[in-house]
Structure formats: structure tokens, C-alpha cells
């Protein structure tokens, strides 16, 4: 006859009676008690500490939340001189491509029309020395 599960079986010599087969599980299952209530109590302090601190914790995130709003309220006109001044620097790299652009196209259109003046030239040249 089996009295404990397999993974709470000790090995006994059969000639063991059945009264300390009983008394050592009982003792090992003491013993796996204790453990596991240790383990318990242990758990209960934590908790009980924990729930001593929610008013302080309450109170230290409400502050913090609180100070980091009144921060973010205190830092609004830096945000915006900041967002302005990006702007103004994006408008400004924006208007700066498009006079370099134009300095550009203005050169060209000086190197073409040089061209053209200097194809005139030569066509004039040309047209004096054939007659």
C-alpha cells in the first residue's frame, strides 16, 4: 500500500512498520510546510510594508507630477523663442538656396549671353574676311 505520491516517496526498508513510514511523512511534510509559511510570512511583511507607503508614495508621485507641471508651464515661452528661432533658421536656409539658386541661374544666363555675344563676334569677324 502506497502512502505518498511518488515525489514524496522515501525509500524505506519494507521492513519498516507502517507507524514510521507515517511519523517521517509527517515529518517531511512538516518540514515542507515550514518552508512554504517562512516564505508566506516573509511575503505578508512585504506586503504590509507596501501598503504602509502608499500614502507617502501617493504623495511623492503627486509632487513630482505636480513640479514637472509647473515646469512645463515655466518653460513655454523658452519652447516657443525655440520654435521660432528654428523656423526663422529653416526660412532662412530655404531663402538662402533659393539666392543661390538665383546667383546661379544669373550666371549662367551671363555665361550664355557672353556666348551668344562671342558666337555674334566671331560670325561678324568671320562675315568681314569671306568678302
Known amino acids: 500500500m502506497k502512502i505518498l505520491p511518488k515525489k514524496l516517496a522515501i525509500p524505506l ?18 518540514h ?6 517562512e516564505q508566506a510570512e516573509q511575503n505578508v511583511r512585504r506586503d ?5 507607503n502608499i500614502p507617502e508614495n ?8 505636480f513640479d514637472n507641471t509647473v515646469q512645463e508651464v515655466e518653460d ?3 519652447d516657443i523663442g525655440n520654435m521660432v528661432k528654428e523656423a526663422a533658421n ?3 536656409d530655404k531663402i ?3 539666392e543661390s539658386e538665383g546667383r546661379k541661374a544669373e550666371n549662367e544666363a551671363d555665361q550664355f549671353g557672353q556666348g551668344v555675344e562671342n558666337s ?8 568681314r574676311y569671306d568678302n
Open 13 to 30: 526498508v519494507d521492513s519498516v512498520s507502517l507507524p514510521i513510514k507515517l511519523i517521517l511523512t509527517f515529518l517531511f511534510l512538516m
Open 76 to 78: 513655454i515661452p523658452n
Open 48 to 52: 504590509e510594508q507596501e501598503i504602509e
Open 32 to 37: 515542507s510546510i515550514e518552508g512554504e509559511y
Open 90 to 92: 529653416w526660412i532662412g
Open 96 to 98: 538662402g538656396g533659393i
Open 120 to 127: 555674334f563676334d566671331q560670325g561678324e569677324q568671320e562675315g
Open 58 to 65: 501617493v504623495g511623492r508621485v503627486a509632487e513630482e507630477g
